[in-house]
């Protein structure tokens, strides 16, 4: 994050700290403070929906927004707050964050919300290993989504005469195309968080699921130096090529705005993507298409937003509770999903709200958590500690700016990797 943006959140935060941030009610005397990087047009639109129900059931939202897609920003406001003796009341979290939290020891306790609402039947195994911490419930895991996905201009394939780009070949086929018509093939934003996004996809179609788990879970240095991984860092450079000389720091969602106004063919990203394509007015199936990450169908690389509480007094708990539970809630969990562009954290909620690209998300995580190929997105914080996220990011993003050779930055990625457990 730039320093000039860091700035602007941190004097955010403690404005909203102050209570001069303005959206609480004043006749509500009960108050959640939120903490979160959900800024983008489709993701303000989402929140919304949790911002009205937890006003309709008088609690105030006061909002601290930090701007910056896979939440870097907010975690270094967040670390300065909790610093400072002033944690908000609930922020947004990813993954091993929320275990680094709880380690610290403080978090609020969920147990008897979970308790209540039915949170140990209906949340996947693979999500509740991070919303609980020894065996409490310390987050309230709000979605499932997932980075191995690309999203398409129907128009221009239409044009080009393309269809859905079954594997890597297929993939490059598909962008040679575009870039021959004189469009931008591959939108995309380079921040080290988007470039480990695309990342994480070019790793599973490289090397399957077991080399994924191997590399980005296990952390095995034998995977991490493979030639396996060569070919990933061989692919990242290929991808490189079909950027447009923009690129560099672009936020993610004006890279699926130029997908959306037809500037570019394709944009490899989480489906938090979709929620920007709806927002436009933009319907699946008919303005733009979701696939799978050419070659990595039946695998889902899943983040999952959560909200964890802080333990800031017993004035706070009933809202906290509240907040919670309108999370899990299974009527909110469509209407938050069907715009955020995930698919429900709750097994048991029906698809049927869900358009077509819900739809698959919700089948393609249910068959990848029965196949055992439901595995946790490095970029965004569920394969691996932040220490060894950063480390990673660090030796993608410095590969797909060339200055490494795919030989060098496999062995930069060992290295870093060693050197950040
Ligand atoms: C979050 C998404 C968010 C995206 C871009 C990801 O880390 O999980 O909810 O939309 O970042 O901001």
């Known amino acids: 994050m730039k320093f000039a943006n860091l700035l602007t959140a941190a004097l955010m935060a403690s404005a909203a700290s102050l209570g001069i941030a303005g959206s609480a009610s004043a006749q509500s005397n009960e108050e959640v403070q939120v903490l979160h990087w959900w800024t983008s047009g489709g993701e303000a639109k989402a929140l919304s929906t949790l911002k009205d129900k937890l006003q309709g059931e008088g609690v105030a939202w006061v909002d601290v927004p930090v701007a910056g897609g896979g939440g870097e920003g907010a975690m270094t406001v967040l670390r300065s707050r909790v610093t400072a003796g002033d944690p908000p009341t609930a922020s947004q979290m990813l993954g091993f964050d929320i275990q680094d939290w709880a380690e610290q020891g403080v978090l609020a306790n969920l147990n008897d919300v979970a308790a209540a609402g039915g949170w140990d039947a209906a949340i ?7 919303s609980k911490y020894e065996g409490e419930w310390v987050a309230a895991p709000v979605n499932i989504h997932s980075t191995n996905w690309i999203w398409v201009n129907k128009a221009m394939f239409d044009e080009l005469g393309l269809s859905e780009p079954k594997d890597w070949d297929g993939l490059i086929a598909a962008l040679d195309k575009i ?15 988007q470039d480990a996004t695309i990342f994480d996809s070019v790793v599973m179609t490289t090397g399957g699921p077991d080399f994924y788990q191997k590399s980005m879970i296990d952390l095995d240095p034998e995977a991490l ?7 990933v860092f061989e692919r990242m450079a290929k991808l490189r090529t079909y950027v447009d000389d923009n690129f560099s720091g672009r936020d993610w969602n004006l890279a699926t705005a130029m997908v959306i106004n037809g500037e570019a063919g394709v944009q490899i990203m989480g489906d938090w993507a979709k929620g920007e394509f709806l927002n436009a007015g933009k319907q699946p199936g008919t303005d733009f298409l979701c696939y799978r ?4 169908q039946g695998t889902v690389t899943f983040n999952t937003d959560q909200f964890a509480m802080f333990q800031v007094g017993e004035n706070a708990q009933d809202a906290q509770s509240k907040l919670a539970a309108a999370i899990e809630d299974p009527a909110f969990q469509v209407s938050f999903n069907t715009i955020k562009g995930s698919a429900p954290t709750r097994t048991d909620v029906s698809d049927e709200a869900f358009d077509a690209c819900g739809k698959k998300a919700i089948a393609d995580v249910k ?10 997105s490095l970029a965004h914080g569920h394969a691996a500690r932040a220490a060894v996220k950063n480390a990673m990011y660090d030796v993608v993003t410095a590969a797909f700016n060339g200055d490494y050779t795919p030989e060098q930055a496999t062995q930069e990625l060992v290295t870093a990797v060693a050197g950040a457990q």
Do not use: C, R, V
């Open 179 to 193: 870039k021959a018509a004189g469009k931008t093939a591959l939108a995309h934003g380079g921040q080290p968080w």
């Open 124 to 130: 996947p195994e693979a999500i509740q290993k991070f």
């Open 367 to 376: 068959e990848a958590a029965e196949k055992g190929t439901l595995l946790g």
């Open 293 to 296: 990450f050419p070659g990595t």
């Open 225 to 231: 130096g493979s030639d396996t991984m060569k070919t």
